[in-house]
């Protein structure tokens, strides 16, 4: 199993093809957009920035 090094360019869609399990941190995070095609594309940073979450400890909390 190939573990995967979480940071804030991380894709999102790369995220949750490779870890599904990690959605229910982002949702509880505050992105209720994971399907969403836009935020595919997106970095877990781009996101943070547009809903406002500290995006170092987002990746803290993906990484745990």
Not at 4 to 17: A, E, H, S, V, Y
Not at 36 to 49: F, G, I, K, V
């Amino acid at each position: 199993v190939t573990i995967m090094t979480i940071n804030k360019d991380t894709k999102i869609g790369d995220l949750l093809q490779e870890c599904p399990e990690k959605a229910s941190i982002l949702l509880e995070a505050g992105m209720h957009c994971l399907g969403c095609p836009a935020s595919q594309a997106e970095t877990l940073e781009e996101a943070c920035d547009v809903h406002g979450i500290d995006v170092e400890e987002l990746v803290k909390q993906l990484n745990a």
